[in-house]
Structure formats: C-alpha cells, structure tokens
C-alpha cells in the first residue's frame, strides 16, 4: 500500500480479465518492454527528507528549535539517524532490475537473433536509469551484455531541449506549472482527512514538536523508503492499516490528476513514445513528429532499428502512468473523489508502478484467426495468419478491448494488431500536444478533466 513507493510486485488482482497460456501453434514473435527504474532513495528535497530535518534539527538542539524528547512508539526518533542517501538505487533496486532481466530471459530469449549484431535499447542518462538499464542486460543477456546489446542514453535533464520520450514532463512546459497541480490539491485535501485522527495521536504523545498533517504524510513516505533502503523502518507501526489504506489511495488520485486522465497533460507527456512504439509496430522510423521526441534518434535505423524482435526502454513511474494515458487506457479514467475512498476503483499506482515496473507488449503470430472467447481452450477459426497484440503490466494482461471497443471483448486482452494500430494512430491528435503542453489556459478544480486533455478554455499562445 505504499503506491509508487513499493518494492516491486506483480499485480495481485490483475486488471479485470483472466490469464490464458499461448495457444498451440501460436508464436511471440516481438516484444517492446517499458520498464521503471528500480526502488531508489528519496529525491533531494522531497517531503520525506524535509521531514528528516526537522526531527534532527529539534533532537540535535540546532538554534531556533527547541530540544524535544519523543515518547512512546515515537521514542526511536530520540536517536534518529539519517541512513537514507539521495536518488541513487538502493540495493534491493538492483535486484529487482536483475531479476527482472533474468524473468525476461526465460520468457523471450528466444527472439535474441545470436548472429553477432547487437540489439539497441534507450534509458536515459540520469544515474538510476543507466543502473537500472544495465541491471536488467546483466540479468538478460549476463555480465557480459556489452557484447549483444547497445544502450543508447537520451540526455535527461530539466532543460527541456533534449526531447526525450522516456522524460516526456521535461518536454511539455504546462506538465511543470501550477495549472497542473490537481493531483497534489486532491492528496493535500485527502491527507488532512484520512490523517486527522494520525496526526493527533502524534501530537498527543510529543506535543513539543508540533507534528502537521505534511509532517504526518512525510512519515508515511519515510517508512516506504527505509523499507526498500534498509529492509526495515519504525515509522511503519506510527499508523493504523486505515492510514495505510488513505496512503496508497492519496497516490492513486495524485497520479490521476497530474499524470493521468485527470491532469490537462496526461496524454500529451506520453504521446511521443506512443507515436515511437507505432513506428517500431509498423517497421517505419519517425520524421514527422506529434510531439517533442529525438527525431535526430528516431528517424535513424542504427539508433531506431526496425528489424529487432526486442525493444527495451527504461523510464519514470509518472511517465509511464502518461503513457498509458496517452495509449488511451480508459478503463482507469474514472474520476476518483478527493473527499473519501470508494469501494472499487480501477487505477491502484502500486499495481502499475511499483519500483521496477514493467509493462510487456507481446507481437504474437497465430496460423488463422483466434475465437475470442478462450474459456473453453483456444479454438481458431477459418481464415489467414493473424498477428495480435498483448499488453501485460506487472505479469498480469491489461485487456485491451476494455479500453479500445474496436478491439472486441476478448477475454484474454488481446487485440488485432492492424486494429490497434489504427486506434492508436487517431489517438495521437487527440493528446493536442501543442495546446495542452504550451496553451496559455485555466484549469478547474481536480476532476472537472476527464480524458487528460487541456479543456479548450482559453486561446492557445505560442
């Protein structure tokens, strides 16, 4: 229940269709992975690390706070030392990528063409994505990976210029700015709710260091990042299972409004990977972009091959929850309320992106055409060769004709290949990049976006 701060797991509730093997005489013939980093320590500056200070500076008597003696369950912070660095993966992430590599290995190693050429996969040039990148190869491919695969690294930073789709938010300048707050508005409004009674409970028991809900939230951060850094952390027992709950449900209505189809850039920030996986499912390189992508890259068959059978890319939690936006999954468009927690929903962050995520898009090959139907085994019917497309993310199917209605209701998920692809393709001007990344426009309270579009309130400015 730690949302995007969790230690990677497969999905245990899958998205709503069930698992069927590959049917007799049916081959995966391509597959496009898209993973996340592995479990890191906490960006400078982030909540939990804010929270870090505060307790040191008033148990350390530093000037202008008053020394406190912590109590009860909260005694531990008495002799509270920061173990925690910065950013960096820790070793559990690591593992994770590596195991990852090795799962990959025994599920689709049969499409490496050991012929001597190497493969190209991105990550990009931010520490824990090369890692991680090279993590996964080790576990691929083994420690000698250098010899079969080629990492390009698409420059990530803040600056925007470098226009890389595995960090689309640096590319689209309104995915930046206040008019893309609704997420944080919702976990700042669901946090003073769910956390009242927390916060009282710590206060009562050390009132001299004037615990605040953002204080009580940080703790909540701090315990999932001791867990994955050091294995174990006191700040877990501090809260109620309930409280656990309201954590994991803040994340999931943060991600909505500023990554997914509540935020006026979910689809924009993704689209440009999408218009990539198009090109690589269509065998054709990129020259006319829909977004700022590196065109320099993708319209160059030596770094944007079109012949190979494996396609791994490495990003950000918040960039793959765009990019499923921008696929057009809406099966997690509902608008979950800031104000309690439903008893369903569709969108768990902790089930897409945990550390180490990993979303699969197998290309399979079958001798005629599939029943859609797949309860009573798999049945072909009459007619030629079909290629279909299968998504699973985090090892459980993300059925695709939930979301795309052209697909049909298989019950294994899949979808005709040239179908999808047509859908996709009307997708990419649905994202309005250039609007919704660049137009000088308001936004309303979290919810009133459905579909991760900037509403047309305003006239765009260039």
């Known amino acids: 229940m730690m949302g995007q701060l969790s230690h990677y797991f497969p999905n245990p509730d899958g998205f709503g269709v069930n698992e069927y093997s590959l049917p007799q005489n049916a081959s995966i013939v391509q597959l496009n992975m898209l993973s996340r980093h592995g479990s890191r320590y906490p960006t400078t500056g982030s909540g939990a690390t804010v929270l870090v200070q505060k307790i040191l500076n008033h148990t350390t008597g530093v000037a202008g706070y008053n020394q406190v003696t912590f109590a009860g369950n909260q005694s ?24 990852s590599g090795i799962l990959h290995q025994y599920m689709y190693g049969h499409l490496y063409n050991n012929n ?28 000698g990976w250098t010899e079969n695969a080629t990492l390009v690294l698409n420059i990530e930073n803040g600056t925007g210029v470098w226009n890389s789709s595995l960090a689309g938010y640096y590319n689209c300048p309104n995915a930046n700015k206040v008019v893309n707050t609704a997420g944080t508005n919702a976990t700042n409004l ?39 850094a050091l294995g174990y952390s006191d700040f877990c027992q501090l809260f109620t299972y309930q409280e656990w709950e309201g954590y994991e449900y803040s994340v999931d209505i943060n991600f909505a409004g500023n990554n997914a189809f509540q935020s006026p850039v979910g689809r924009a920030v993704g689209i440009g990977f999408v218009q990539e996986q198009i090109a690589l499912l269509s065998k054709h390189t990129i020259n006319a972009p829909v977004a700022q992508i590196n065109v320099t890259l993708d319209n160059n068959t030596v770094t944007f091959p079109l012949n190979q ?14 990019i499923l936006t921008a696929f057009g999954f809406t099966q997690f468009a509902p608008v979950m309320p800031d104000t309690y927690m439903p008893a369903n929903r569709s969108l768990i962050v902790s089930h897409m992106e945990p550390f180490g995520a990993r ?21 072909y019917l009459a007619g030629p060769p079909t290629t279909y497309i299968h998504f ?18 298989r019950d294994d998920g899949w979808c005709e290949l040239t179908t999808f692809l047509e859908v996709l393709s009307a997708n990419l001007a649905e994202a309005q ?12 309270p979290y919810g009133s976006i459905t579909d991760g579009v900037a509403l047309a309130n305003e006239t765009y400015v260039a």
Request: proline content about 3%; some cysteine; hydrophobic content about 40%.
């Open 392 to 409: 699973i993310l985090n090892q459980r199917t993300l059925p695709l004709g939930v979301s795309f209605s052209a697909c049909g209701l």
């Open 433 to 444: 990049y250039e609007y919704s990344c660049f137009g000088n426009y308001t936004v309303g």
């Open 116 to 143: 001597g050429s190497k493969i190209v996969a991105r990550t990009t040039t931010e520490d824990r994505m090369l890692q991680s990148a090279e993590y996964f190869m080790a576990g691929f491919f083994g420690l």
């Open 76 to 99: 531990f912070l008495n002799g509270y030392t920061n173990k925690l660095g910065a950013e960096i993966l820790v070793p559990i992430g690591h593992q994770e990528l590596f195991e």
């Open 190 to 228: 669901w946090a003073s709710i769910y956390l009242k009674d927390a916060q009282a409970r710590l206060n009562a028991t050390t009132p001299g260091f004037n615990w605040t809900i953002t204080d009580t939230y940080n703790a909540q951060s701090l315990c999932a990042y001791e867990q994955v």
């Open 309 to 322: 059978s494996l396609n791994f890319f490495f990003s950000h939690d918040t960039n793959i929850m765009s």
């Open 359 to 379: 979303l699969d898009m197998e290309v399979i090959n079958t001798p005629s055409p599939l029943n859609g139907s797949r309860a009573g085994g798999a049945n």
